[in-house]
């Protein structure tokens, strides 16, 4: 039973192209997030949503869209793909917006190539 | 603005060792600390999460303890084991500008125990 999955886990894309990844978590936890893991292995994030709610935007250019359907899907949007954007995206979810008391658990990633 | 460093980049010992892997973070307006592991291709799996309040916490074979006046955190291996070999990440939750939280994490160390 897989706690936060993505699909999918690889993606290849030319330059120009809009793709889509999909996150879901089945924790029944409130807050979910999306990171960026660049070629140096550099992880940080880009957006926070707490019951579908934007609460984090980390100054991520304009072409990348998160929607949060429900409570258990984020999902990441990027118009008018770019050579950086080729990285590794990591999903997470956590209970709630804690204080600290809890974890956050991450997906598997997914590996955009930007060709 | 929160900064995360990881000494050293990269520790290889061989199997049953003992080690020590360290983070400093520039702020010391924290949540948590937390240490990760992540598995080449894989996600982020969460070692030990550390609260503000506690000096630290113990897992199996890992104490992670944290100093927040000083902003230092060492995680504790002992008798390391050719399946520890992963990178370990370090990662602060931090309070954001507009009174959010947000995990900010450090490079890594990439560690590899040789049997």
Redesign the interface.
Known sequence: DTA?SQTPKYLVTQMGNDKSIKCEQNLGHDTMYWYKQDS??????MF?YNNKEL??N?TVPNRFSPKSPDKAHLNLHINSLELGDSAVY?C?SSQR?????D???????TRLTVL | KQEVTQIPAALSVPEGENLVLNCSFTDSAIYNLQWFRQDPGKGLTSLLLIQSSQREQTSGRLNASLDKSSGRSTLYIAASQPGDSATYLCAVLSITQGGSEKLVFGKGTKLTVNP
Request: charged share 15%.
């Open positions: 936060v140096k292995k550099f992880l940080k994030i926070s609460i984090i980390e990591f997470a917006i804690s204080g600290g008391t974890t956050q658990y991450f997906g598997p990633g």
